[in-house]
């Protein structure tokens, strides 16, 4: 979607294609009820509504005056808290109209509200790691290998892989043209000198992708 330039949401997944693919394989076999794992690690996270305890965000040194200045205002005129967690009802925003558009109805277990208050109700010690979690999976009979597997999934070498093939090139590309440049959310100069960052260590950093899934988004659109 985003190679061929397709109008799409800048905020979107950027895995939301693999997950068209899912929805598109299981709505061919007639499923027509699936059940999700949304919200858990909302819910198995250290804070809650009544007390905050986030992980300080890490600095963009690239931002603009323009996001700098927003930045300031984001956590004012804020709507009440919802029953749910913010980022579950993100994503159910995201994903449950594509199951619903294939005649998939979604199910999330983990965030029925009763789950919710009672997660925010259980010591940080069982919600650690997912401890209750990978303790229910244990007595099940799965294997360790299941419950707590050594080496979690993640999508980091894929991330690194793509930013270092594609998303330098893009970079190099958006310091010559760029609408988040010219309408002064990201700073030409600092974005240049994390490019050439970029380009000497292991690690390209993850918050470029971000940005540059915004710049290509908003092309789209444009």
Known sequence: MRERRRPHDPAGAFYQEAFDVVRGHVAAHGCELIFTGGGGDEVNAHHSRTEAGLPPMEPVPWLGDKATAALAQ????????????????????????AYVR????????????????????????????????????RRTGLPES???PTEPENFLAVMESG????????????????????????DADALSRARDHAERTPAVPDLLCDTLALEVGLRSLA
């Open 146 to 148: 299941v419950a707590a």
């Open 102 to 137: 294939l005649g998939i109805w979604p199910v999330a277990p983990l965030v029925h509200p009763r789950m919710i208050r009672f997660m925010e109700q259980l010591p940080y010690e069982y919600k650690r790691d997912k401890r209750m979690f990978r303790d229910r999976l």
């Open 74 to 97: 984001v956590n004012e005129n804020l709507a009440p808290i919802p029953v749910l967690p913010v980022p579950t009802l993100m994503a159910f925003g995201l994903h449950n109209p």
């Open 163 to 186: 930013l270092r093939t594609y998303g330098l090139p893009l970079l190099d590309e958006m310091l010559t043209d760029s609408l988040l440049i010219d309408l002064g959310y990201v």
